[in-house]
């Protein structure tokens, strides 16, 4: 498992950004589709283990592949900034499910939305002034808002986004752990050919 590894069912892979949980930062890239069903409701980014550890403050464990001492939780919500865009297909802007199948869409904006939580905006926003703010790529397209996740916000960016970012407790996209899925899956898979046999 690579620490800052994310999925995503609709960014280019080769995105980056960072992530902010209970005031703790997290710099993430995406290099994984998914999550699929979760998805539609709601789940637009899915975090390594290890990074989502250090963010709920618990420990992880290479041998069960598990997040522990973190009270339990597998979905958090979190203030998301996107800081560069990768340069393949999926679509900038908004995150959207799975099923809407973004992810092959190749999206030329040369300098796409950086997505940041709607309290986080007025700052953004006033930030990016002048040229940036006129240019095309400050418009969200009427497309991008039809399906977009509810609780996001666009803003242009020319370069990376400057902080601070304020956390937010509205913003609907979570994170879960694929490891900690995946584990499980093969534990139960292994129990039930061992009972097989």
């Known amino acids: 498992m690579q620490k800052g590894l994310a999925a995503s069912p609709s960014w280019p892979l080769g995105t980056k950004g960072y992530v902010v949980y209970q005031g703790k930062k997290a710099d993430f890239f995406i290099g994984d589709r998914g999550p699929g069903i ?5 789940v637009m980014l899915d975090l390594d283990g290890k990074t989502f ?14 997040v522990e001492g973190n009270g339990g939780a597998g979905h958090i919500n979190v203030t998301y900034v996107v800081t560069e865009w990768g340069s393949n297909p999926g679509k900038k802007a908004a995150p959207r499910p799975f099923s809407a199948g973004a992810y092959g869409v190749h999206d030329d904006s040369p300098n796409g939305p950086v997505m940041v939580c709607p ?4 700052t ?16 969200t397209p009427a497309d991008d808002a039809a399906s977009a996740a509810p609780g996001f916000s666009t803003v242009s960016a020319a370069g990376p986004y400057s902080e ?3 956390p937010c407790p509205e913003v609907s996209a979570a994170l879960i752990v694929c490891a900690v899925a995946a584990a499980a899956g093969r534990s139960a898979l292994r129990r039930a050919a ?3 046999s």
């Open 164 to 166: 601070p970012v304020t």
């Open 124 to 139: 953004a926003a006033t930030a990016a002034t002048g040229p940036a703010a006129d240019s095309p790529a400050a418009a």
């Open 38 to 42: 979760p998805s539609d409701h709601g």
């Open 119 to 122: 309290s986080a905006v007025a």
């Open 194 to 196: 061992g009972r097989r």
């Open 53 to 66: 550890a250090d963010l709920t403050g618990g420990t992880w464990d290479d041998s069960s592949m598990t």
